[in-house]
């Protein structure tokens, strides 16, 4: 099975830059898609961004596009995500996912996720 370590988050000002890793502790062979959602206070969990495991492949929410980069270390089973020109919108709790199937709804029910990370964006 595998399971997902987070670590990153931390608080920076609007403007700022950020890297979150997550590392798989197993092999990933079977996973197909993994990647990050964000879930703000009073807020639905929200699609961040996608990397095909083994093609590398990378989608991203409008939300985020030119601001954050998602890439992917398949020898060490660990994941990126940098994030940078952060807004206090982009204050969240952060989590690392992955899912077996790469449909479009994956992340909704995804087969494996981190503990969260917490970023916090101040003005």
């Known amino acids: 099975q595998v399971q997902l370590v987070e670590s990153g988050g931390g608080l920076v000002q609007a403007g700022g830059s950020l890297r979150l890793s997550c590392a798989a502790s197993?092999?990933?062979?079977?996973?197909?898609?993994m990647g990050w959602l964000r879930q703000a206070p009073g807020k639905e969990r929200e699609f961040v961004a996608s990397?095909?495991?083994?093609?590398?492949?990378?989608y991203y929410a409008d939300s985020v596009k030119g601001r954050f980069t998602i890439s992917r270390d398949n020898a060490n089973n660990t994941m990126y995500l940098q994030m940078n020109g952060l807004k206090p919108e982009d204050t969240a709790v952060y989590y690392c996912?992955?899912?077996?199937?790469?449909?479009?709804?994956?992340?909704?029910?995804?087969?494996?996720w981190g503990q969260g990370t917490q970023v916090t964006v101040s003005s």
């Open positions: 197993r092999r990933t062979f079977s996973t197909a898609i």
């Open positions: 996912a992955g899912s077996r199937l790469a449909t479009g709804n994956w992340y909704r029910y995804p087969d494996y």
């Open positions: 990397i095909g495991w083994s093609t590398g492949s990378t």
